[in-house]
């Protein structure tokens, strides 16, 4: 009977064994399917590090962008496409990181769990992909910043679909002149894998006046019954000294928003205080992680935890430590332009299967309320101001803009980076647009001009 007894807890021990293995195998099956069969050294895919076998990608419009050719990934026909869409669509090896070839390797190589690379045997391809991007507007918008590093960006502000993505410097993917950005001589190739406009991250300038106003709407109830003066400086209470770029005299609120105005702005960013400025960069999603399909977005900073009144003032108008992402300020200008609740960006249109049938298609996504409806209402309209008061229309013809320009000081010698950002308040044109012209120098004779023609371009994409 002990003998049987034993027999049985051995067997029973084995099967718990042989189950526990089962497990680990399924599990370990299902966590790393993806990478085993996706991996660089699948011949099936790849040749070395160079993807090669995948589906194809389109622009908004149907045009190819990239595809696989005679086993090889092939580009755009046209060079300046090639080079404008690059960093939207990423390279075939890989460094490009935020690319939608790295990011949607899988659907593009039409992997799945069950079938795995069934679609690579049966098609000789992957699922394409259609973008939301017009590769004509992103050809224009990398002219405009003619050879200078930055960014531009275009989304619309009530359905979440980016227009412009451009990213500077760049190169052609189907000539890349690896000697030449291996020896980076001048640092004409610096950043040259990063997408500046996902992935960067910059000192702001005066266009983060944008938040001191919103926080000021929301926190100091005179705020418009207030007058401030400027005579070309500001000294700040308990020591310091704060610049500004002109002599405005006696101004009101809105017309120091209008003239950006460091001294009145350095006012109120000590009237609000430390604790409501950081409140309102937080809620409007500084310190916080945005994602783009599956691509995640560089995080804004934005930190006056322990600063004196002078750090505070400089905080207030831009500067201090403050990091922005163009991304992200995109999409703020998208919560001040549509009542404090933008559509979410997004590139990804829809991804359907070689046989043309669509298995995920994108749908417009708030990212919910950044701005009380109201006082997104008023700070658009004091962007509107700014530009029917200060910049003026005619530089900007049949466009409605509201914006603001940003001049943002650097350390050391280095030049001022140039930023322009707003939207158009036209009802057919709700687009909202980001432009930073790296070391460019003033925002208003560098970013603006850029911003037209860009602005000029999508408003034509959306209305054909």
């Known amino acids: 009977m002990k003998s049987t007894t034993k027999r049985a807890y051995a067997l029973y021990a084995l099967v718990a064994f042989f189950m526990a293995g089962i497990i680990f195998f399924v599990s370990t099956l299902t966590i790393n399917a993806s990478d085993w069969a996706l991996s660089?050294?699948?011949?099936?895919?790849?040749?070395?590090?160079?993807?090669?076998?995948?589906?194809?990608?389109?622009?908004?419009?149907?045009?190819?962008?990239?595809?696989?050719?005679?086993?090889?990934?092939?580009?755009n026909e046209s060079a300046a496409v090639r080079k404008a869409t690059?960093?939207?669509?990423?390279?075939?090896?890989?460094?490009?990181?935020?690319?939608?070839?790295?990011?949607?390797?899988?659907?593009?190589?039409?992997?799945?769990?069950?079938?795995?690379?069934?679609s690579i045997s049966k098609f000789g391809t992957g699922n394409n992909i259609r973008l939301t991007l017009d590769a004509d507007v992103c050809v224009t918008a990398l002219n405009a910043l003619n050879g200078r590093k930055g960014t531009v960006g275009v989304y619309n502000y009530t359905t979440g679909e980016i227009i412009c993505m451009v990213s500077s410097p760049t190169y052609d993917p189907e000539?890349?002149?690896?000697e030449a950005i291996e020896k980076n001589a001048n640092g004409k190739y610096d950043g040259i894998y990063l997408n500046r406009f996902l992935s960067g991250v910059y000192t702001p300038g005066s266009v983060f006046k944008a938040i001191t106003c919103v926080s000021a709407v929301n926190n100091i109830s005179d705020i418009f019954s207030q007058t401030f003066y400027c005579d070309g400086s500001i000294d700040i209470p308990g020591g310091g000294e704060v610049k500004c770029s002109g002599v405005h005299g006696t101004v009101t609120f809105k017309d120091a928003f209008a003239h950006s105005c460091n001294c009145a702005f350095a006012t109120i960013a000590n009237e609000l205080g430390a604790d409501a400025l950081a409140e309102t960069a937080n809620e409007l999603g500084f310190n916080r992680s945005f994602k783009m399909g599956d691509t995640v977005i560089a995080k804004s900073s934005f930190d006056v935890s322990s600063v004196n009144n002078t750090d505070l003032a400089w905080a207030g108008i831009g500067q201090y430590t403050t990091l922005l992402n163009p991304y992200h300020m995109m999409m703020i200008m998208g919560a001040i332009a549509n009542s404090g609740n933008p559509a979410s960006p997004y590139v990804v249109k829809s991804i359907e299967t070689p046989d043309g049938k669509v298995i995920d298609e994108a749908k417009t996504q708030n990212v919910g309320q950044l701005i009380e409806p109201a006082t997104a209402?008023?700070?658009?309209?004091m962007m509107r101001y700014n530009v029917t008061?200060?910049?003026?229309?005619?530089?900007?013809?049949?466009?409605?803009?509201?914006?603001?320009?940003?001049?943002?000081?650097?350390?050391?010698?280095?030049?001022?980076?140039?930023?322009?950002?707003?939207?158009?308040?036209?009802?057919?044109?709700?687009?909202?647009?980001?432009?930073?012209?790296?070391?460019?120098?003033?925002?208003?004779?560098?970013?603006?001009?850029?911003?037209?023609?860009?602005?000029?371009?999508?408003?034509?994409?959306?209305?054909?």
């Open 40 to 75: 660089r050294y699948n011949k099936h895919i790849y040749d070395g590090n160079t993807l090669n076998v995948a589906g194809s990608i389109f622009d908004s419009k149907g045009e190819l962008l990239v595809g696989t050719q005679d086993g090889k990934r092939v580009y």
């Open 86 to 118: 690059l960093h939207a669509i990423g390279d075939s090896d890989g460094y490009i990181s935020t690319g939608i070839q790295s990011v949607y390797s899988d659907e593009l190589i039409g992997y799945n769990f069950i079938n795995g690379i069934y």
């Open 175 to 178: 000539n890349k002149p690896t």
């Open 377 to 381: 209402d008023i700070v658009r309209d």
């Open 389 to 464: 008061s200060y910049y003026k229309d005619w530089r900007f013809p049949g466009l409605e803009l509201a914006g603001k320009t940003g001049t943002a000081e650097l350390d050391g010698n280095q030049e001022s980076h140039a930023w322009f950002t707003g939207f158009s308040t036209k009802e057919d044109c709700p687009l909202a647009f980001v432009v930073i012209v790296e070391n460019g120098g003033a925002g208003f004779s560098q970013a603006m001009p850029i911003a037209n023609t860009v602005m000029q371009a999508a408003y034509k994409s959306i209305s054909e």
